[in-house]
T-cell receptor, first 112, second 114 residues
Framework: KAGVTQTPRYLIKTRGQQVTLSCSPI?????VSWYQQTPGQGLQFLFE???????NKGNFPGRFSGRQFSNSRSEMNVSTLELGDSALYLC???????????FGPGTRLTVT | GENVEQHPSTLSVQEGDSAVIKCTYS??????FPWYKQELGKGPQLIID?????GEKKDQRIAVTLNKTAKHFSLHITETQPEDSAVYFC?????????????FGKGTKLSVKP
């Protein structure tokens, strides 16, 4: 079974721009969560999607948003990028809410 | 909210020795405790997990113990090998309600010297 895939793997953006990251969960998994990983703050929860609905949200500003499609694929969007948004963005999928989460390789975002 | 503390932040052992990483959590409602291994350039890989109705779980060279009273859980790796070198993260969450997101510790960088 293929694992969680994330595209693109690397991205360089300029302050003020916006970016969209994509995540394809493991086949059959219906829950997708997003996390931000930085050296200073570690791994922090962004949001969780299940059945195309956001079920849970972490403590991030409204510039961070996401959505989930009917095939469980998910996207997250960051608008008006700031230097501090430079991070590894990780997507994790699980069969259902509360099940084991399996992570993708992440998208490395650099904001200049 | 939940807070997870992880110690030590770095750990260096000789090949064949054991390694122990410890975590404490603050929310007594947490009932699910996974451990992840992250190698350079990769996403975290789930290596073992434990639920609050179990005190210990083993999988070959890896074991996890949970002390609910003290709100501690630990990862034990025996007969370490160079390929065990990585950053290890503990996490805690409450499974069973509207929550399910993982709260992570800051990580332990394990180096196994051949």
């Amino acid at each position: 079974k293929a694992g969680v895939t994330q595209t693109p793997r690397y991205l360089i953006k300029t302050r003020g721009q916006q970016v969209t990251l994509s995540c394809s969960p493991i086949s059959g998994h219906r829950s997708v969560s997003w996390y931000q990983q930085t050296p200073g703050q570690g791994l922090q929860f962004l949001f969780e999607y299940f059945s195309e609905t956001q079920r849970n949200k972490g403590n991030f500003p409204g510039r961070f948003s996401g959505r989930q499609f009917s095939n469980s694929r998910s996207e997250m969007n960051v608008s008006t990028l700031e230097l501090g948004d430079s991070a590894l963005y990780l997507c994790a999928s699980s069969f259902s809410r509360g099940d084991e989460q399996y992570f993708g390789p992440g998208t490395r975002l650099t904001v200049t | 909210g939940e807070n997870v503390e992880q110690h030590p932040s770095t750990l260096s052992v000789q090949e064949g020795d054991s390694a122990v990483i410890k975590c404490t959590y603050s929310d007594s409602a947490s009932n699910y405790f996974p451990w992840y291994k992250q190698e350079l350039g990769k996403g975290p890989q789930l290596i073992i997990d434990i639920r609050s109705n179990v005190g210990e779980k083993k999988d070959q060279r890896i074991a996890v113990t949970l002390n609910k009273t003290a709100k501690h859980f630990s990862l034990h790796i025996t007969e370490t090998q160079p390929e065990d070198s990585a950053v290890y993260f503990c996490a805690a969450s409450f499974h069973g309600g509207s929550q399910g997101n993982l709260i992570f510790g800051k990580g332990t960088k394990l180096s196994v010297k051949p």
